[in-house]
């Protein structure tokens, strides 16, 4: 059973960093694409960024690109999504999401370029989701 769970989330100042972390079980890092999104109240849901196995090709939204850097480390099983130079628009829920089928080996590609294609396709499989707060 696949289970993700998100951690790291808190309440910065613009400028600031935090560092999301996801905990994957029941299935491999290194077969599967994963990739965060966010969703923040009154808008619709946003693909933030994602990386694909085995490759490790790493794919951001313009909205993040030099600013949000995503990791992998397979013995841990575990994704970090560092965030740097934070804004208020970056407030949000964000969330760890794979999917089961359509993110397997070299499907994962392309789970990656739609899960942050607008709108995003968000996968089957996804935490409960940290909060990030930015103030101003």
């Known amino acids: 059973q696949v289970q993700l769970v998100e951690s790291g989330g808190g309440l910065v100042q613009a400028g600031g960093s935090l560092r999301l972390s996801c905990d994957a079980s029941?299935?491999?890092?290194?077969?599967?694409?994963i990739g965060w999104f966010r969703h923040a109240p009154g808008k619709e849901r946003a693909g933030v960024s994602c990386?694909?196995?085995?490759?490790?090709?790493?794919y951001y939204a313009d909205s993040v690109k030099g600013r949000f850097t995503l990791s992998r480390d397979n013995a841990k099983n575990t994704v970090y999504l560092q965030m740097n130079s934070l804004k208020p628009e970056d407030t949000a829920v964000y969330y760890c999401?794979?999917?089961?089928?359509?993110?397997?080996?070299?499907?994962?590609?392309?789970?990656?370029?739609?899960?942050?294609?607008?709108?995003?396709?968000?996968?089957?499989?996804w935490g409960q989701g940290t909060q990030v707060t930015v103030s101003s």
């Open positions: 999401a794979t999917d089961r089928l359509h993110a397997a080996g070299l499907l994962s590609r392309r789970f990656c370029a739609d899960l942050i294609a607008v709108p995003p396709r968000t996968g089957d499989s």
């Open positions: 029941g299935f491999t890092l290194d077969y599967y694409g």
């Open positions: 990386i694909s196995s085995p490759d490790g090709s790493t």
